[in-house]
């Protein structure tokens, strides 16, 4: 994207006088593949910015320069190649899930059929709450997270939804009692 659309999109001009919020002007594309091409090494400043974006996805092209001790144009230019090369898949909120009405929350361990999971992993992802999908090894095959509004609809969830879907042979229930973010900011 030019400097001129950027500063537009942003509400400012191409010189950069007015902010560039990272998550509401620049986005990643949803369709990167996973393992399009081989990834460039990633050095200490690169680390650095990951860091910080994923403490706060809003902070601004200037305020990330500034935290890493390197020119704006510098950190804009490394953002847009992380997002180029599939590194920062995208920019989100994180949820509070019980004050948004999600009171109960669990993994959820399936077996699956060999080789079904395209077919079960597009199913997982229209469950009402589904928030993470993993195809995984060990004693189960997938590990799906799901936040629901109470315990009721849980057990209808996994009872009814999950347990009709064919190609799932099994599945275990892992309640969340209390979770951390890794990424939050610990604050004062």
């Known amino acids: 994207m030019a400097d001129e659309q950027m500063a537009a999109a942003r509400g400012g001009s191409p010189d950069g006088a007015a902010e560039d919020v990272v998550g509401e002007v620049l986005s990643a594309p949803s369709d990167t ?3 399009a091409a081989p990834a460039r090494p990633l050095d200490a400043i690169d680390r650095d910015i990951l860091r910080l ?10 305020s ?3 935290r890493v001790h390197v020119s704006r144009a510098n950190a804009y230019a490394r953002i847009n190649r992380l997002i180029d090369d599939g590194v920062i ?3 989100s909120a994180r949820v509070n899930h019980e004050r948004a009405g999600h ?3 669990a993994y959820i ?3 699956i059929v060999q080789n079904s999971w395209r077919t079960v992993r597009e199913q997982l992802k229209a469950l009402p709450g589904a928030a993470h999908i993993a195809l995984v090894s060990g004693d189960f095959d997938v590990l799906l997270l799901v936040h629901t509004p109470d315990n009721r609809t849980l057990r209808e969830l996994v009872l009814t939804r999950l347990q009709a879907i ?3 042979l099994s599945t275990r229930t892992l309640l969340v009692f209390d ?4 990424n939050a900011d610990p604050g004062p």
Do not use: W
């Open 33 to 35: 593949p996973a393992y």
């Open 53 to 62: 974006l994923q403490t706060d996805g809003r902070a601004s092209v200037r």
């Open 64 to 66: 990330v320069a500034e």
């Open 89 to 91: 898949r995208g920019f």
């Open 103 to 105: 009171g109960a929350s």
């Open 109 to 111: 361990t399936l077996k």
């Open 166 to 168: 064919p190609e799932v």
């Open 179 to 182: 979770e951390m973010d890794m």
